[in-house]
């Protein structure tokens, strides 16, 4: 059993940074490929990024490719998204989820889902 507790949202404007978290409970994290989606209002969820269990591997969505960064810190549990050059389309809260899957950006494939965290970017 795996939970996770997302963090860093906020209201920024076009072109700010957020950085945010994703702590999750439990030994078992460091097996787990952890991934992030985002669902804007009146839109489905869609994917984001994902990084395998060791974090050797990354896999992103073309339209954040170059201003996203996914990271993570096994040893503390945690896995970071740095979003830069924001822009008001990546508005939409943003959670994330934990994978048995090697590397998977299908959001069923994902067993452990966060509560998500409101990112909101103003023109």
């Known amino acids: 059993q795996v939970q996770l507790v997302e963090s860093g949202g906020g209201l920024v404007q076009a072109g700010g940074s957020l950085r945010l978290s994703c702590a999750a409970s439990g030994r078992t994290f460091s097996r787990y490929c952890m991934g992030w989606f985002r669902q804007a209002p009146g839109k489905e969820r869609e994917f984001v990024v994902a990084i395998t269990a060791n974090g050797g591997y990354t896999y992103y969505r073309d339209s954040v490719k170059g201003r996203f960064t996914i990271s993570r810190d096994n040893a503390n549990n945690t896995v970071y998204l740095q979003m830069n050059s924001l822009k008001p389309e990546d508005t939409a809260v943003y959670s994330c989820?934990?994978?048995?899957?090697?590397?998977?950006?299908?959001?069923?494939?994902?067993?452990?889902w966060g509560q998500g965290t409101q990112v909101i970017v103003s023109a």
């Open positions: 989820a934990a994978s048995r899957e090697t590397l998977t950006l299908e959001a069923f494939r994902y067993d452990y």
